[in-house]
């Protein structure tokens, strides 16, 4: 159980190219989709919380207009990298939670490998 | 949120058990320490939450002293499949956010 999907796993694309990528809870309702990123050797970086049904709460740093996330149902979010560039090159990684509180663990995904050329 | 400390590194053999020890001395009254296991080019996969005293699954145990300012996971007998990065973290109580520290790279050999 709790099986969260995420895809592509992989993509490259060309500099300027926007960029989707689609986080599924397979057998559960998320109230709450966390993405990340994380860069080799480093360890994971929180981007955004997404709550179904409302706008996405961002980390400090990460800018809102470049990341586009939108979490339209319980059981899908979509991170969107606009205008990408090659720094925006790295692993994300989504995650979901039933309840969006501590006591229920955070569920996540295998990750998309973004490559910007 | 509460910031972790684990050590960076260890080395165990197989069928040992390993103990990996993580500080969180700012943890709140609503926090649940959770531990992740991920493998290269993997997401996080769960192992283990707390929030007192000792929890035991199929894969781990996980104490908790009283204080909550540490806790210890522990790995009854690794394999050589154990080789990963082990995250030590403390889920905030109402929005269950993470913040992923730098993790204890284990190594098992054979």
């Known amino acids: 159980g709790a099986v969260v999907s995420q895809h592509p796993s992989w993509v490259i694309c060309k500099s300027g190219t926007s960029v989707k990528i689609e986080c599924r809870s397979l057998?559960?309702?998320?109230?709450?989709m966390f993405w990340y990123r994380q860069f080799p050797k480093q360890s994971l970086m929180l981007m955004a919380t997404?709550?179904?049904?409302?706008?996405?709460?961002?980390e400090q740093g990460v800018e809102k207009d470049k990341f586009l996330i939108n979490h339209a149902s319980l059981t899908l979010s979509t991170l969107t990298v606009t205008s990408a560039h090659p720094e925006d090159s790295s692993f994300y990684i989504c995650?979901?939670?039933?309840?969006?509180?501590?006591?229920?663990?955070?569920?996540f995904g295998d990750g998309t490998r973004l490559s910007i050329l | 949120l509460a910031k972790t400390t684990q050590p960076i590194s260890m080395d165990s053999y197989e069928g040992q058990e390993v103990n990996i020890t993580c500080s969180h001395n700012?943890?709140?009254?609503?926090?649940?320490i959770t531990w992740y296991q991920q493998f290269p080019s993997q997401g996080p996969r769960f192992i283990i939450q707390?929030?007192?005293t000792k929890v035991t699954n199929e894969v781990a145990s996980l104490f908790i002293p009283a204080d909550r300012k540490s806790s210890t996971l522990s790995l009854p007998r690794v394999s050589l499949s154990d080789t990963a990065v082990y995250y030590c973290?403390?889920?905030?109580?109402?929005?269950?956010?993470?913040?992923f520290g730098q993790g204890t790279t284990l190594q098992v050999k054979p």
């Open positions: 707390g929030y007192k």
């Open positions: 973290l403390v889920a905030q109580g109402n929005t269950g956010k993470l913040i």
């Open positions: 057998d559960f309702q998320a109230t709450t």
């Open positions: 997404s709550n179904e049904g409302s706008k996405a709460t961002y």
């Open positions: 995650s979901a939670s039933q309840t969006g509180v501590g006591n229920q663990p955070q569920h």
């Open positions: 700012n943890i709140a009254t609503n926090d649940y």
